[in-house]
């Protein structure tokens, strides 16, 4: 049976599926969890990592701890999607540290963001000082998320 993620086997794709939940996890455990030796499990995680199918390890920090339990998903609308605004619009939007997450959109507007803050005053103030003043930004629209439900990190189904 060939595999849904080409170049990946259920022993790669076990690997990832751990470490998508415990990136700490020990190379033995790691092993023992996929049903795998130490040694081909290492192997497979350095393959991984050098193709690039693992990216880096991180922290995942409680952003409600933070104070940061604001979150707003802003609709963006641009003046201009020839190929020079949008690199100035993506080279501008990354600089803004509120700014967790930021989709180019196939949609009756040009992107998504997901802009978390501590208050509905400092939302205000990211909007109308930093979103609304990036390049080619003609207009936007907010919706304010009420809980998150699900968050597994961005992997998917595997």
């Given at each position: 049976?060939?595999?849904?993620?080409?170049?990946?086997?259920?022993?790669?794709?076990?690997?990832?599926?751990?470490?998508?939940?415990?990136?700490?996890?020990?190379?033995?455990?790691?092993?023992?969890?996929?049903?795998?030796?130490?040694?081909?499990?290492?192997?497979?995680?350095?393959?991984?990592?050098?193709?690039?199918?693992?990216?880096?390890?991180?922290?995942?920090?409680?952003?409600?701890r933070?104070?940061?339990?604001?979150?707003?998903?802003?609709?963006?609308?641009?003046?201009?999607?020839?190929?020079?605004?949008?690199?100035?619009?993506?080279?501008?939007?990354?600089q803004?540290p509120?700014?967790?997450?930021?989709?180019?959109?196939?949609?009756?507007?040009?992107?998504?963001?997901?802009?978390?803050?501590?208050?509905?005053?400092?939302f205000?103030?990211?909007?109308?000082?930093?979103?609304?003043?990036?390049?080619?930004?003609?207009?936007t629209?907010?919706?304010?998320?009420?809980?998150?439900?699900?968050?597994?990190?961005?992997?998917?189904?595997?």
């Amino acid at each position: 049976m060939q595999s849904r993620f080409p170049g990946l086997d259920r022993f790669d794709q076990a690997i990832l599926r751990e470490l998508s939940h415990n990136g700490r996890v020990s190379v033995s455990d790691l092993a023992r969890g996929i049903g795998l030796s130490k040694s081909p499990t290492q192997t497979r995680l350095k393959r991984l990592e050098a193709e690039g199918f693992i990216q880096g390890y991180r922290a995942l920090i409680d952003p409600i701890r933070l104070g940061l339990d604001h979150v707003a998903f802003v609709e963006v609308k641009l003046t201009d999607t020839r190929e020079m605004a949008l690199a100035a619009f993506n080279a501008a939007v990354v600089q803004v540290p509120e700014i967790e997450e930021v989709h180019m959109l196939a949609s009756h507007f040009d992107y998504l963001l997901k802009v978390r803050c501590r208050s509905m005053s400092d939302f205000r103030a990211v909007l109308g000082e930093k979103v609304s003043s990036l390049p080619y930004v003609s207009s936007t629209s907010t919706y304010m998320s009420m809980q998150t439900v699900k968050d597994d990190g961005g992997l998917g189904p595997m």
